[in-house]
């Protein structure tokens, strides 16, 4: 089954950001206004989800791959975002972290 992947220069300006890499990832540092589900408890709390097309990232999209399947084969729309957060971070697109480090990206 194919994965539906966008390139993070074509993701919309007002998409729905689901980020399901694990709190440890997520608290040094995540896109301003995305959704944190950890990948492990996706089955678990899917009833979070928006009802709404929802773009999936990981730190370079292999978990959100397979999210990203998961959800599309259980009634979600769900995008994979090509790339991750390794991406985001090196097209100097803003991060926020939770606490008061300097946010970044854990490699």
């Not at 009802?51 to 999209?61: K, M, N, P, R």
């Not at 985001?88 to 300097?102: C, H, K, T």
Request: glycine share 12%; net charge negative.
């Amino acid at each position: 089954m194919s994965v539906p992947t966008i390139d993070l220069e074509a993701l919309p300006h007002n998409a729905v950001l689901l980020d399901v890499r694990e709190d440890g990832e997520w608290e040094v540092g995540h896109a301003p206004g995305a959704q944190h589900l950890p990948a492990s408890e996706i089955q678990q709390r899917c009833g979070e989800i928006p009802d709404e097309t929802v773009y999936v990232i990981c730190l370079a999209g292999g978990r959100s791959q397979r999210i990203t399947q998961w959800l599309n084969l259980n009634g979600f729309d769900a995008i994979n975002v090509s790339g991750g957060m390794q991406a985001w971070q090196a097209n100097g697109r803003p991060l926020v972290a939770e606490g008061d480090g300097e946010p970044y990206i854990k490699m």
